[in-house]
Each structure stands twice: as structure tokens, then as C-alpha cells.
């Protein structure tokens, strides 16, 4: 217990990173999960870059939709960052700004259902489309619907989260770890919207 | 006391709201007749700036020790980059091959 955090930097030491131990293992976790969705937006790199009749994505999308979509998780996220910052001072409030997370998160996913079935019943399939390349259809739902179970298993999060934090259950570390996964979901909706969205 | 508890507030809503404006940004450049490369080239880095807000302040890594920052960054957009640089060069050289079937 004498060691101290700069003598045990890089040497295997208990604190190596001058954070806790959940800390250290959601950003282990939260690399990795990224490397996924690395992996997912290369793939749809590969296969677009080689296509040559790939749609135009504001024929294909209703971009409306898609800016509403957005600015709710980024509030979503927002909400979750001021939940973490007051949840030692103030447990009721912060479970009020994580429920108010997990409202965005159900907005988000009801959205993105909306336009799900809106291009399901235009004819779009994760084999065929009627836009172009059928690999369009097929790194859309798979990138989107990843995301998508993302969004869905961050607000099963939050919720719990929520309630233990009004019981006053759970520590404030692990409001922030809840914290950390869903501004992860969020930083990813920032590059699917970015690289499938809008170039 | 609740002058300090909003005044730490303060800084995600100000984040909250940079980030609202690019992504305004980024939808009004869409709608503008932009050449390709210009386009793509300002989306990345308007992308790259939203991503930087979100981890270093949303997720605190701004404030966390220079080891646990460059682990994740070099992680991150390093083996990300890696993975892409990597395939990149194999689909331009089959978009070519098909432009050239096209051409024919």
C-alpha cells in the first residue's frame, strides 16, 4: 500500500493508471468495442469504395430524421455528463438528469424503429435494395442495428442506474462507468453519422 | 455551494452546445454544392473535433493521468487507422479495375 502512483507507472503496479480498477477496465472495453465498430465502418469503406452504383444517401435517408435522432442522444449525453457531476452532492437530482438520459435513449431508438420500418417497407433488405448496391442495405443494418442494440443495452443501464441512484445503492463510480458506456454510444453515433450519413 | 455545483455544470452545456452547432454546421454544408474532396475533407475533421469534445470532456479523459490518454487514443484511432489505411488501398485498386470493365 506504500507504493505510490508515479513509482508504480508502467510497472505492473496496483494503480498503474492512476485510476480505479472499473475505470481502467471500461476503457479497456470501451477500446475494444470501438475497434468493432472500427472494423464495421471499414468494411463499409471497403465495400462502398468499390461499388460503383452506391445511393445517395439523401435520396435514400430523411436527414430530418436523422438530425432530430442525433440532437437526442447528444442531450442524452449531456444529461448523463451533468447526472455524473452532481451525483455525490446531489443523488436525487442525478437520478433526474439519468432518467431524463434514459428518455433521449427511448426517443433515439423509437426514431430509429420509425425509420427502420420506413425503409423495410420501401423495399430495403440487408441482401437487396432498390437504391443501388446491395451491400448498402447490408452494412446499414448492421452498422445502425449494432448501434442500435448499443443504445438499447445503455438505457437498461440507466435505468437500473437511475434507480439505485435515488435508493442510494450504488456508488457514484458506477454512475460514472454507466456514464462512460453511454457517451461511448454516443461518440459512435458521431462517426456512423458522419462517415454513412452525411458523405 | 450551488453557485460552484452550477458553475461545474456549465461546462457540458457549453460542450452540448458546440457540439449542437456543428452537427448545424455539418447538415448546412451538406446542403451546399461543395467539391468532393473539400466536403469529405471538412466532415472528418468537424467528426474528429465532436469526438475529441465527447471523450475528453463528456468522459472526463482530459482530466484522467497521460498514460490512461495515450493508451486509448493510440488504441483507438491507431489500430483504427492501421485497419483502414490497410484495406483502403485494396478496394481503390478494384474500384479502378471495375471503372475500367465500365468504360469498356
Redesign the interface.
Known amino acids: 500500500m506504500t507504493t505510490t502512483?508515479a513509482e508504480s507507472?508502467?510497472m505492473g503496479g496496483a494503480c498503474?493508471?492512476?485510476?480505479g480498477w472499473k475505470k481502467?477496465m471500461m476503457?479497456v472495453f470501451?477500446?475494444g468495442d470501438?475497434?468493432l465498430f472500427?472494423?464495421f465502418?471499414?468494411g463499409y469503406?471497403?465495400?462502398r469504395?468499390?461499388s460503383?452504383d452506391w445511393p445517395q444517401a439523401?435520396e435514400v435517408f430523411n436527414?430530418g430524421l436523422i438530425?432530430l435522432m442525433?440532437?437526442v442522444l447528444?442531450?442524452s449525453?449531456?444529461t448523463?455528463?451533468?447526472a455524473v457531476?452532481?451525483v455525490s452532492?446531489?443523488r436525487a437530482k442525478a437520478a433526474r438528469f439519468v432518467w431524463m438520459t434514459v428518455v433521449g435513449g427511448l426517443v433515439f431508438l423509437g426514431l430509429q424503429a420509425y425509420e427502420w420500418s420506413h425503409l423495410i417497407g420501401a423495399g430495403g433488405r440487408p441482401w437487396e435494395n432498390p437504391w443501388g448496391a446491395a451491400l448498402f442495405g447490408s452494412y446499414f443494418f448492421l452498422i445502425t442495428g449494432f448501434h442500435g442494440t448499443h443504445v438499447l443495452i445503455g438505457v437498461l443501464i440507466n435505468v437500473a442506474t437511475a434507480i439505485r441512484t435515488r435508493k442510494g445503492v450504488t456508488s457514484a463510480e458506477n454512475v460514472?462507468m454507466a456514464?462512460?458506456y453511454w457517451?461511448?454510444v454516443?461518440?459512435v453515433w458521431?462517426?456512423i453519422?458522419?462517415?454513412f450519413y452525411?458523405? | 455551494m450551488s453557485d460552484s455545483k452550477a458553475a461545474s455544470l456549465g461546462i457540458y452545456w457549453r460542450t452540448w452546445a458546440v457540439l449542437l452547432v456543428l452537427t448545424t454546421i455539418m447538415f448546412f454544408l451538406d446542403t451546399l454544392d461543395m467539391p468532393r474532396g473539400l466536403f469529405v475533407g471538412v466532415m472528418l475533421v468537424a467528426m474528429m473535433t465532436k469526438a475529441t469534445l465527447i471523450g475528453g470532456i463528456f468522459m472526463h479523459l482530459a482530466k484522467e493521468s497521460m498514460d490512461l490518454i495515450v493508451t486509448v487514443v493510440v488504441c483507438v484511432m491507431g489500430f483504427g487507422l492501421l485497419l483502414f489505411g490497410l484495406t483502403v488501398v485494396d478496394a481503390a485498386r478494384i474500384h479502378d479495375m471495375l471503372q475500367g470493365i465500365f468504360v469498356r
Open positions: 502512483y507507472r508502467w498503474p493508471f492512476e485510476a481502467v476503457w470501451i477500446i470501438a475497434l472500427a472494423g465502418l471499414t469503406g471497403y465495400g469504395t468499390m460503383a439523401g436527414l438530425g442525433t440532437f447528444i442531450s449525453s449531456a448523463m455528463a451533468a457531476a452532481t452532492s446531489d460514472e456514464g462512460l457517451h461511448f454516443d461518440l458521431v462517426f453519422f458522419t462517415l452525411l458523405i
